[in-house]
T-cell receptor
Framework: KQEVTQIPAALSVPEGENLVLNCSFT??????LQWFRQDPGKGLTSLLL?????REQTSGRLNASLDKSSGRSTLYIAASQPGDSATYLC????????????FGKGTTLSVSS | GAVVSQHPSRVICKSGTSVKIECRSL??????MFWYRQFPKQSLMLMAT?????????EQGVEKDKFLINHASLTLSTLTVTSAHPEDSSFYIC???????????FGSGTQLSVL
């Protein structure tokens, strides 16, 4: 059974710092991996999607890497801003057709000004 | 990007009543819908998967008679929490997948509070 773990559970940093969020998964046979942002009481915003054949994806200040063989992914946030404060969720998808995402518990990030 | 509309965003009900949550794909045909539940400070847990026109497949531990899922069309899926109890209070969120779409798109979620 696939399990997704995210470390740390919570993180507080001052504005401007670069930071790394970690995600690990137990079954390396994944189809893709997605990073989401969730604001309190709200739905999910997809940040980056990495296919199993890819090593990384970048969008603005965000960079996500994937090492499928070791079951790890990282989300790098450059020059953090207070608006980045949210919970970041990592999720893996096992197959293509009709398979759901399996989520980690998330890392709650707080960026102070 | 594809849009998934979920309603209501928040509902408060008395114990014993039934609550229906709707999830609509606005600009694509959702061949598969996933329903998740999230308790405070916990991860999203998959409740069930439904394919249009078929019965939903429920995850272990999820009561199919309590959480009724209907996916009668390619743009609409509903989750009905029957005879809701306080322990059903949670954040419910749907996710949709369309043909040829790699990503799964999420609704904005429904916060259910059962008194």
């Amino acid at each position: 059974k696939q399990e997704v773990t995210q470390i740390p559970a919570a993180l507080s940093v001052p504005e401007g710092e670069n930071l790394v969020l970690n995600c690990s998964f137990t079954d390396s046979a994944i189809y893709n991996l997605q990073w989401f942002r969730q604001d309190p009481g709200k739905g999910l915003t997809s940040l980056l999607l990495i296919q199993s054949s890819q090593r990384e994806q970048t969008s603005g200040r965000l960079n996500a890497s994937l090492d499928k063989s070791s079951g790890r992914s990282t989300l790098y946030i450059a020059a953090s801003q207070p608006g980045d404060s949210a919970t970041y969720l990592c999720a893996v998808r096992r197959g293509q057709a009709g398979t759901a995402l399996i989520f980690g518990k998330g890392t709650t990030l707080s960026v102070s000004s | 990007g594809a849009v998934v509309s979920q309603h209501p965003s928040r509902v408060i009900c008395k114990s014993g009543t039934s609550v229906k949550i709707e999830c609509r794909s606005l600009d694509f045909q959702a061949t598969t819908m996933f329903w998740y539940r999230q308790f405070p400070k916990q991860s999203l847990m998959l409740m069930a998967t439904s394919n249009e026109g078929s019965k939903a497949t429920y995850e272990q531990g999820v009561e199919k008679d309590k959480f009724l899922i209907n996916h009668a069309s390619l743009t609409l899926s509903t989750l009905t929490v029957t005879s809701a109890h306080p322990e059903d209070s949670s954040f419910y969120i749907c996710s949709a997948r369309g043909v040829g779409l790699e990503k799964l798109f999420f609704g904005s979620g429904t916060q259910l509070s059962v008194l």
